[in-house]
């Protein structure tokens, strides 16, 4: 189970380095290259640079709460 977990682990860390040099680079780096260099056809407008990290933070916010609501739930449904 070790090397699953070892494994999973990883990737997790490849992915989430992946992600974070993207979006480093978008938001820093892009800004300052030409409009008309061709690099800015891998990229998305930088109006979502801004509008999928606050989307995303709305989604986590709103799960946790569901989750949270779900837990006091059933932990009163145990007392009674």
């Known amino acids: 189970?070790?090397?699953?977990d070892r494994t999973i682990g990883l990737l997790l860390?490849?992915?989430s380095l992946s992600i974070f040099?993207?979006?480093t680079f978008?938001?820093?780096?892009?800004?300052?290259v030409d409009t008309d260099h061709f690099v800015h056809k891998y990229f998305l407008p930088q109006?979502?640079?801004?509008l999928i990290p606050v989307f995303a933070g709305?989604?986590?916010v709103c799960l946790l709460?569901?989750?949270i609501g779900y837990v006091m739930l059933k932990s009163k449904k145990k007392k009674a």
Not at 1 to 4: G, S, Y
Not at 26 to 32: C, F, K
Not at 47 to 50: D, G, L, P, Q
């Open 1 to 4: 189970m070790e090397l699953a």
């Open 13 to 15: 860390t490849v992915t």
């Open 21 to 23: 040099t993207y979006y």
């Open 26 to 32: 978008w938001v820093i780096i892009l800004p300052l």
């Open 47 to 50: 109006e979502y640079a801004i």
């Open 58 to 60: 709305m989604a986590l």
């Open 65 to 67: 709460s569901m989750f």
